[in-house]
């Protein structure tokens, strides 16, 4: 299994920086940054820096994690120059990136800066189109579409990318979601806990099936936020509490126990955000317990 790492995109870029490069070197797999221009709760004139620079630049300073966006949003991008955003810092990174996908749902982004937000079905429905168009760039063709919502006129994708570029797709929709997670993507991304994972992860097999597609060539990822206690006590007094998002709460032994739950769902790579670890060395201990008393014992 992999384990990543997820920099918070508010953070100062020093902080982004080195926070990155320090991941690489006490061992995780891959280093992901939301694609957002907005904080989505709270100040909405907080400092978020824009996801394909940052990745640029992370590309450059780290040399063997894998590197993607969680996810982009679909909406922000003509998908053609997002395309060729990804394929350059894959080259930048020599073949390390990840390009994850999503409809977009952030509603005061497109608000604030005038880009065509549209209805849940608009938004699917051009996610759709970009997943065609991103497919037959990537193979090296050109591509002609006269679509609903884009149009390609020969277009290219020179040069091609370095490594193999997988699409992931996020979100658990599992209608239209993971109907196109089956239909174009190498790997799929949900928050989720793993109860979540195995029945979402059911509903993918049943698309695979009806797509004549093999599931085991989709790699599928989880986020939850991480609470690592040493105390048990504090750790079931926080089960207890409502959590925002899908989490992981224990002791290292506990969360040994999660994880080969998520092992058992069928997850290859799950994710850690540092939205709940603190800054500095509070959270970078944090992260080396995490990998040495939970990580290590899912590793080959």
């Given at each position: 299994?992999?384990?990543?790492f997820?920099?918070?995109?508010g ?16 061992g995780?797999?891959?280093l ?49 120059v997002?395309?060729k ?26 608000i ?9 079905t608009d ?36 040069p ?8 992931m ?6 209608k ?10 190498e ?11 195995a ?18 060539t ?8 991480l ?26 032994e506990?969360l040994?126990?999660?994880?080969q ?28 317990q ?9 590793r080959?």
């Open positions: 299994m992999r384990f990543s997820w920099i918070g995109n953070h100062p870029w020093d902080e982004i920086l080195s926070s990155g490069v320090r991941a690489e070197e006490t995780w797999d891959g992901w940054f939301a694609d957002h221009f907005m904080p989505f709760m709270g100040d909405d004139g907080g400092p978020i820096h824009e996801a394909w620079s940052a990745l640029s630049g992370l590309a450059q300073a780290t040399s063997r994690v894998r590197l993607g966006p969680l996810v982009c949003g679909n909406t922000y991008r003509n998908p053609a997002l395309l955003q990804a394929i350059t810092t894959d080259h930048i990174s020599n073949g390390r990136v990840v390009l994850g996908m999503g409809a977009g749902w952030q509603e005061n982004e497109h604030a800066y005038g880009l065509e937000y549209g209805t849940f938004r699917f429905q051009k996610l759709e189109e970009s997943l065609q168009i991103l497919h037959g760039l990537r193979s090296g063709e050109r591509v002609d579409l006269a679509g609903e919502h884009y149009t390609m006129v020969n277009a290219p994708a020179a091609a990318p370095v490594g193999e570029l997988p699409i797709i996020g979100g658990g929709g599992e239209k979601t993971l109907r196109m997670v089956a239909q174009y993507a790997e799929w991304n949900v928050w989720g806990t793993p109860e979540i994972m029945q979402k992860g059911a509903v993918l097999d049943e698309h695979c099936e009806r797509l004549d597609r093999d599931p085991a989709i790699q599928r990822s989880a986020v939850a936020l609470f690592l206690h040493d105390d048990a006590a504090k750790s079931a007094a926080q089960r207890e509490k409502p959590m925002p998002r899908p989490s992981m709460i224990g002791t290292p506990e040994v126990e999660t994880m739950a998520y092992a058992d769902a069928g997850v290859d790579e799950v994710i850690v955000p540092d939205f709940t670890l603190g800054t500095g060395g509070a959270r970078d201990e944090l992260l080396d995490f990998l040495a008393e939970v990580a290590a014992n899912f080959d």
